[in-house]
């Protein structure tokens, strides 16, 4: 039996899902394209537009060889992801799209159409990896530790990842760019897409101004000190510094150009009072914690969620975070967990995620909904 299959690649425009598509290709395989457009609101040429895209993935599909197709998922977007994702923040949070989305658009209504399409595997430009390992598929960090994206994709269920394919999960972000120039793909040199996952990189506060009220509120310090006022509780995130607009209160008695400089951070929102608490310096207590409880867990594979209870792991609560040590201290039925870190971490955020792993290999996690500072 032939171990080459029909699979259909996620063809967004960049690099990363390009070579994914050229690699396969070059291994025989057959090779589909989908674009997927997800947002239809505002999607102008102002921003990064779904249309340009679009001309370079196609453009990549002519330079391969293969066929694309355009695919609407929009409405799919706007009722599993982006409502949450409103709501989330309109509860005070700071959720994060990407996890979302990943589960619900690109492994899901992606894989459900290309399995309509007849492919027998879809794959993405991810930078992770997958193996069959002890009865179980597994998903491992991709080799290159700076663009690794195992935390978006800790989701993932066990029928999911056995259809799915990350060709560059072994490669080097640096490789894929020469590997890109050498095949003479168009978008070698394109840069990285930022921004909300498939929304693009717009002025957060004004794209979010046009779906949430804004519900002013006062600015106190850690003594309860007012220095101001905010716009909203939905436009902070816990551990920012910029966009804040409060002067330099000094210490009573002090003299002009006295007191501590240290700039403040966001470490606290209190929904009950509308109240947006601040605090001095990088390191203050407030922005520390060791515990933190998550809900809504999904494990990679739910049949080994037990034997980890206990366990001493690693664990990020942000992307990009370098891996931490921690203990799954307990686990519910209600798929709540427990996870308490050997050092205090920074800025542990609500609506974010927890993931946790087992050296290269990621486990699944949570979404934080609170955390004890230190």
Known sequence: MSSLKRIVVGLSGGVDSAVSAWLLKKQGHEVVGI????????????????????????????????????????????????????????????????VLCNAEIKFKAFLDHSVRLGAE??????YARTRFHSGGHQLLKGVDSTKDQSYFLHRLTQEQLSRTVFPIGDIHKTEIRKMALEIGLPNATKKDSTGICFIGERPFREFL???????????????????????????????????????????????RGGGSHEPWFVAQKDVQTQTLYVVR???????????????????????????????????????????????LVSTTAERGLTVRFDSPQWAVTPGQSVVLYDGDVCLGGAVIERSDAI
């Open 281 to 327: 310096g990088h390191d203050h207590p407030w922005l520390l914690s060791q515990t933190l409880y998550a809900l809504d867990s999904s494990w990679i594979d739910p049949l080994q969620m037990n034997c980890h209870q206990g366990s001493f792991l690693a664990g990020k609560t942000r992307y990009r975070q370098a891996d931490a040590g921690c203990k």
């Open 121 to 126: 595997k879809i794959a993405t430009g991810h």
């Open 209 to 255: 101004s046009k779906y949430i009220d804004s519900r002013p509120g006062l600015i106190k310090d850690d003594k309860g000190r007012i220095l101001g006022e905010h716009m909203g509780l939905s436009f902070y995130t816990l551990g920012q510094r910029q966009g804040l607009k409060i002067g330099g209160l000094k210490e009573p008695g002090t003299q």
């Open 35 to 98: 674009f997927m457009k997800n947002w239809e609101e505002d999607d102008t040429d102002q921003y990064c537009s779904s249309k340009q895209d679009f001309i370079d993935a196609a453009a990549v599909a002519d330079v391969i060889g293969i066929d694309i197709e355009h695919v609407n998922f929009a409405k799919d977007y706007k009722d599993r992801v982006f409502a949450e994702f409103l709501r989330e923040y309109k509860a005070g949070r700071t959720p994060n799209p990407d």
